[in-house]
């Protein structure tokens, strides 16, 4: 079971993605970003995110613009995924 929320700047085109998977009783999250003068791709942006979400890079290394979604997008993963059955440690 997986979620995926593209970001995107005051309704245009999107310019990031957030990732989130349990596995284990763990929740993981990953995050892709698409450079300013880099035309974003679906695909690309949801592997990097699920590069990501596999090393468990933390809070620290996510960019300062979007840190409040990211923030906001683990504490919904991690409702959901309680929802769903899992346990979450």
């Known amino acids: 079971m997986e979620l995926i929320k593209f970001i995107?700047?005051?309704k245009q085109k999107p310019i990031g993605v957030l990732t989130a998977n349990e596995k284990d009783g763990h929740l993981y999250v990953g995050w892709s970003l698409c450079c300013k003068e880099d035309v974003f791709n679906e695909?690309?942006?949801v592997q990097g995110a699920k590069l990501r979400e596999a090393y468990e890079i933390g809070?620290?290394?996510v960019p300062?613009?979007?840190r409040r979604e990211f923030t906001r997008f683990a504490n919904h993963a991690r409702r959901y995924f309680i929802y769903k059955g899992a346990k979450i440690l």
Do not use: A, N, Q
């Open 59 to 61: 809070l620290y290394t």
């Open 8 to 10: 995107s700047k005051k």
């Open 64 to 66: 300062h613009s979007i």
């Open 43 to 45: 695909e690309t942006g």
